[in-house]
């Protein structure tokens, strides 16, 4: 049986793939209803402390994912764009090989995941939907597959957000075996928390600042189920030094 966060993944999925002349091609529609829906549904969670500027209107997430795909660095490795239609609200795109993080086992990718978000950050960019499932493990390295959410920001909160949805999904995806797995996921979210410092010391030591407040403790013991949100929480401040 999926977990609930498989299907609600599955739900709403705006893509499909297409084989033309013996490429595959992904095409991604933003009129789709689910997709409209899924960020109905995340902002729900968001409103009640204002973290992250989402997007909602089909028009404004392409241009987002667009733009994200188009200009950000090369950090994150990002699939090729073919044809980008503002008129049908449709982005055709190349079709990644490789596993999605949803079934990657290797503290060394998780590691390598958290030096790129990190510098990522460092650069200026925060992706706003940052769940594991948005990426994909491939021998050419790291991709990013969904970037909707992506914007220019240098707020740190923004930062937060991203680790905290990040750490969430990668128990949510796995909450079926979360006893049997539990020691294998602390070791994938410790990994990952020290590639994210090694990106960037500064980043890091303004995101564990972030982390302590209140209202983001409290984000955090709602979204990363127990007892992965006190692990997350204690090993960033195992991992950054100074104080805070």
Known sequence: MESILNYLDDFSRQTQVYEFNGEKLVVKNYRKETGILKWLLINATNLTINIYPFAFQPIKRLEREAFFF???????????VYVTDFMR???????????????????????????????LHRKG??????????????????????????TPSTDIRHYAWDLVVLASTMVLFNIESIVQRKNDLERFMEA????????????????????????????TYLLVPHPFSKFFLNTWKKHVAKEF
């Open 70 to 80: 188009r200009e950000a660095p090369e950090v994150l490795k990002k699939p090729k």
């Open 89 to 119: 609200l449709k982005l055709i795109r190349e079709y990644v090989e490789g596993d999605f993080f949803t079934s990657v086992d290797s503290e060394t990718a998780y590691r390598e995941l958290g030096y790129h978000l990190s510098v």
């Open 125 to 150: 960019w925060a992706l706003g939907d940052s769940k594991i499932s948005n990426f994909v493990l491939s021998v050419k390295g790291i991709y990013i597959v969904d970037a909707e959410q992506a």
């Open 192 to 219: 990952f928390i020290e590639g994210y410092v090694e990106g960037s010391e500064t980043v890091s030591q303004e995101v564990a600042r972030v982390l302590e407040k209140p209202s983001f403790r409290a984000l």
